[in-house]
């Protein structure tokens, strides 16, 4: 009796950790650069202490529990705003960022703004990281980003003809397996190591690329996982049923 309740218990919790991540996926539908989650479960043998210390699988015993967090990497669809403070990473790749603590991390959400102090930085206030750290834009300039992240200025005063490159963005492709989700979103590598700049990696100026969720295949997971969950708790509800009836039986005897 207590197998059906270890996997249907187990199962019925992992699923709601399912349901949470379809919940997140769809609540970042229309997040810039965002990158869809996705749980996957394994089971898993329960262990009996026979001895102290020692602990002995039980074949007929399994729980349910949550294996990993996949995140797709797939490029999201690109939309063109005009605005030249929008970028877009056209391949695989990454924006580096400069964080408070001094290490880095890495977006695909390319809609930049400058701060009071010029700084180049997105839009919940990190600042990009050039090629010498953070990119600051002189007063009263016209930007314009180049395909390779070179960051230039026309003085919108005096010589208008010229252009100045400040800074080059930071751009970056290491291998998407050695890459984890932090819990501002922003991605880092596993061990803290910085990748080196990777010149194959481009950008489209006056684009930014939108989340690569799939409403309509979320909405359909969401249905699937609730259905999944009323028949675990079904199994559940169906095994106290089973308990209760034999307790009877017994009884009756």
Request: no cysteine.
């Amino acid at each position: 009796m207590d197998r059906l309740i270890y996997t249907a218990m187990s199962g019925a919790s992992q699923t709601l950790n399912r349901q949470a991540a379809v919940s997140h996926n769809l609540a970042n539908v229309t997040t810039t650069g965002y990158r869809s989650e996705e749980h996957r479960l394994r089971a898993v043998q329960v262990l009996s202490k026979t001895q102290p210390g020692i602990g002995a699988a039980l074949p007929t015993r399994a729980f349910a529990v949550d294996a990993s967090t996949h995140t797709d990497f797939s490029q999201g669809p690109m939309l063109q705003t005009g605005r030249n403070l929008d970028v877009a990473v056209t391949s695989k790749g990454w924006i580096s960022l400069s964080m408070p603590d001094g290490s880095e991390a890495y977006t695909r959400d390319g809609s930049l703004e400058l701060s009071a102090n010029g700084v180049l930085q997105t839009r919940s206030g990190i600042p990009v990281l050039g090629d010498g750290g953070p990119i600051t834009v002189p007063p009263d300039s016209k930007i314009a980003i180049g395909k390779d992240g070179t960051v230039s200025i026309v003085p919108e005063t005096g010589a208008q003809n010229s252009v100045n490159s400040i800074g080059r963005i930071k751009l970056v492709n290491p291998p998407e397996e050695t890459l984890k989700r932090g819990e501002d979103g922003l991605f880092r590598t596993n061990d803290g190591s910085v990748p080196p700049v990777d010149d194959k990696v481009s950008v489209a100026d006056g684009y930014i690329e939108n989340s690569n969720v799939n409403p309509v295949e979320q909405m359909v997971s969401m249905i699937s996982l609730a259905r999944q969950f009323e028949m675990q708790m079904k199994m559940i509800s169906t095994a106290d049923q089973n308990d209760r009836s034999a307790t009877q039986v017994i009884n009756a005897r």
